[in-house]
């Protein structure tokens, strides 16, 4: 079963930037498979935060951006904001055209 | 307005059945594939299966496989979750959400919480 293996938690203080990965392998993103973010803010369901590797829905501030790379994708925040805090997961598909989610990463903000 | 509103939350003991539903509203039912995902307490994503409206054609994660049953009734657009015989390792918040051309979910159900235990 294909795994994204993500870091359990980052974290920064206000107005820094943080990154967070997302590593796969051949059978997902190097398969060529976009990437999709979600944050998950406690006790809500998953929000979609970037779509397609680097496309933002409307409403998404410009601070969330992502890149796809290869076998692995990341997720920036820059400006990092006291709302930002919250779970993060990224999303593909495999060559069995079957999804795949992320482990999770929690951001913290100091 | 694109929405996906799901049936409450259930308190079962283990072996009985369940059908859980996702109500959609707000765009053509059949022409986008609708996912559900697990989320067990304190723990991450799972991606369970989705369904095509549209034929009823359906995929299952390699862990749900045989586990779960995902279904859709066209004339009510609604997508449900079945299980024949739940475990008390069923317990867990499950979402429904509508999956884009490009498998990214950009509309989520509220979740509904199952609950199994004797």
């Known amino acids: 079963q294909s795994v994204l293996t993500q870091p359990p938690s980052v974290s920064g203080a206000p107005g820094q930037r943080v990154t967070i990965s997302c590593t796969g392998s051949s059978s997902n993103i190097g398969a060529a498979y976009d990437v999709h973010w979600y944050q998950q803010l406690p006790g809500t369901a998953p929000k979609l935060l970037i779509y397609g590797n680097n496309n933002r829905p409307s409403g998404v501030p410009d601070r969330f951006s992502g890149s796809k790379s290869d076998t692995s994708a990341s997720l920036a925040i820059t400006g990092l904001q006291a709302e930002d805090e919250a779970d993060y997961y990224c999303?593909?598909?495999?060559?069995?055209?079957?999804?795949?989610f992320g482990t999770g990463t929690k951001v913290t903000v100091l | 307005e694109v929405r996906l509103v799901q049936s409450g939350a259930e308190v079962k003991e283990p072996g009985e059945s369940l059908k859980i539903s996702c109500k959609v509203s707000?765009?053509?039912?059949?022409?986008?594939?609708i996912g559900w995902v697990r989320q067990m307490p304190g723990r991450g994503l799972e991606w369970m299966g989705i369904i095509y409206p549209g034929d009823s054609r359906t995929r299952y994660g390699p862990s749900f496989q045989g586990q779960v049953t995902i279904s859709a009734d066209k004339s009510i657009t609604t997508a449900y979750l079945q299980w024949s015989s739940l475990k008390a390792s069923d317990t867990a918040m499950y979402y429904c959400a509508r999956e884009t051309s490009s498998g990214a979910r950009d509309y989520w159900g509220q979740g509904t919480l199952v609950t199994v235990s004797s």
């Open positions: 999303q593909s598909y495999d060559t069995s055209l079957r999804g795949v």
């Open positions: 707000g765009y053509s039912f059949t022409n986008y594939w």
